[in-house]
């Protein structure tokens, strides 16, 4: 459950966000839309602690995140995996070390546990054979594959994705939002995707919002868009 | 008018880069407050410190052996040469080895060192920063520089006085195969002189220098690699910042040092 309200946030005189009321619903997949440079991205980076607002409230599970320090920041953020643009694996590491991390960190399981468990996650996202096989050695989509199932694998409640289908060719791209529903079901995820990738957002998500230069211009369902009289989503949904 | 302008702009600009270079300069001591926190709490991870200490040992002590035995050579050669002149050639001996020991052996070392594990850990850290993997550091729920940057300041601390300590051992024998060859004397002349005239003092005058050196050079270079922007191009870019910083601070902060440390015990 997350409560967005009166959502304000400016770069020196730019203004990024301006007045961004939104509520997510337990289990749901929210896509959000909008053209490069609509402020997508900054509001994600709200919803962990990267950004703060400078005016408005966000609510996490009843929490006021926007009063967070960074220490509550470092424990909340383990109910929350998150998908980097370009996945930001460590490349220091293997595929089975990095998706291994955030247990080794936050859980004290047994080796033979945290091995199952990366085995899982790996058979989920449908990469096999790569465990031992570092991040410069896998493709883009392969390397999304990894990143997701490294956010997932804390089995934390939350999944928040910038842009996962970027850098991707079609066929790649419908299969990691495929993969973002599969996943999110399966962990039962309240999940925030942004995307300009209108037809795979569409097909996935339970709502859609679309923002345009930092105001949300429409937010609901598929259904409920396509009945929204304003010429901006029209001429968007096209 | 127009000249006025300039010199208004350029006083502008002095002003300005002075302004950007204390809150440089705060943050970077913010950065080594936090280090010094989380070591202070104990979270050191011994695993990625070991791992650490092999790649910056790995890495720079074949360049810095080579650094001190040709200063060991070369200080036995001009040695030879101007002690005979004063008639003390039998000298060389404690030449070699007292500039090695409280001046060359740290000061080379450093420098060296600066240049390839300095450099590495600003490169390191700075690509991982314009990937995103230190931000995916917090995002999992970790600190970034317990994770990150205190195993590689630790590493530097312990590692780095052991090089010194061994190139100062390998430039006393270059200056060793010179005293025996070049200058006739006897092997066990030469190591009996190196060893009388090597003082307690004179080694740990050099070698505290080496503790300060450690920790300058990798809060600089881990501080660089953190501040890291600019996709491929800015790690090089803030690479080269590094190793420059680290020797003007190594060089610098030497001179100060030498000038207190002789003040209490020359
Ligand atoms: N950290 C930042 N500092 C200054 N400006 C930023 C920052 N992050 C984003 N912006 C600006 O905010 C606007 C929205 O960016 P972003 O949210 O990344 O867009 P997108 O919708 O493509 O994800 C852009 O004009 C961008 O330049
Ligand atoms: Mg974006």
Redesign the interface.
């Given at each position: 459950m997350i409560n967005i309200s009166g959502l304000y946030k400016s770069f020196s005189h730019q203004e990024v966000l301006k007045d961004i009321n939104l509520d997510i619903a337990q289990g749901e997949i929210l896509a959000i839309l909008g053209e490069s440079g609509a402020g997508k991205s900054v509001l994600l980076q709200h919803l962990i602690g990267l950004l703060k607002p400078d005016k408005g409230m966000i609510k996490i599970q009843e929490k006021d995140i926007s009063l967070f320090k960074e220490k509550d920041w470092l424990s909340l953020r383990k109910k929350i995996g998150y998908l980097f643009q370009d996945g930001a694996l460590y490349d220091f590491m293997t595929v089975f070390e990095n998706v291994a991390f955030p247990l080794k960190e936050h859980t004290k399981l047994s080796d033979e546990v945290i091995s199952a468990k990366v085995e899982e996650v790996l058979k989920t996202v449908d990469l096999q054979n790569v465990e031992e096989k570092y991040p410069s050695e896998l493709s883009g989509g392969m390397r999304k594959r990894a990143a997701l199932a490294r956010a997932v694998i804390l089995d934390s409640g939350f999944l928040f994705c910038d842009e996962p289908t970027s850098g991707l060719d079609p066929i790649r791209s419908r299969e990691i939002m495929d993969l973002i529903k599969n996943i999110s079901r399966k962990f039962n995820t309240t999940t925030v995707i942004t995307s300009h990738d209108m037809k795979n957002s569409f097909r996935i998500a339970d709502k859609l919002a679309i923002i345009r230069d930092g105001e949300l211009v429409a937010k609901g369902t598929a259904q409920e868009l396509k009945f929204i009289n304003d010429v901006f989503v029209k001429e968007f949904l096209k | 008018m127009n000249r006025s302008n300039h010199s208004f702009s350029f006083l502008g600009q002095f002003f300005r880069h002075a302004a950007e270079g204390l809150a440089g300069l705060g943050n970077a001591l913010f950065f080594l407050g936090s280090v010094i926190k989380n070591i202070a709490r104990g979270k050191i991870r011994f695993g990625e410190v070991i791992k650490q200490i092999n790649e910056q040992g790995m890495q720079s002590v074949v360049v810095i052996a080579l650094t001190s035995l040709a200063s060991g050579v070369v200080l036995a050669l001009q040695g030879y040469v101007t002690m005979s002149r004063f008639g003390a050639k039998e000298k060389v001996a404690s030449l070699v080895a007292l500039s090695l020991v409280r001046e060359l052996g740290p000061v080379f070392s450093s420098l060296v060192f600066s240049g390839k594990a300095g450099a590495r850990m600003t490169a390191?850290l700075g690509?991982?920063n314009v990937?995103?993997?230190i931000?995916?550091t917090?995002?999992?729920?970790?600190?970034p520089i317990e994770f990150l940057v205190v195993p590689r300041m630790v590493a530097c601390f312990l590692v780095l006085p052991i090089l010194v300590v061994f190139s100062e051992v390998i430039g006393i024998m270059g200056g060793y195969l010179i005293g025996v060859t070049d200058a006739n004397m006897p092997g066990a002349f030469y190591i009996n002189q190196t060893l009388r005239s090597l003082d307690y003092v004179d080694f740990f005058s050099g070698f505290i220098k080496t503790f300060f050196f450690a920790i300058l050079i990798s809060w600089t270079c881990c501080y660089q690699g953190f501040m890291t922007t600019g996709g491929s191009l800015g790690v090089g870019k803030y690479t080269t910042k590094a190793v420059a910083l680290a020797y003007i601070l190594v060089v610098v902060s030497n001179t100060i040092l030498t000038k207190i440390i002789l003040t209490f015990w020359g």
């Open positions: - | 390191e690509a991982m990937n995103n993997q931000t995916a917090r995002v999992m729920g970790v600190d």
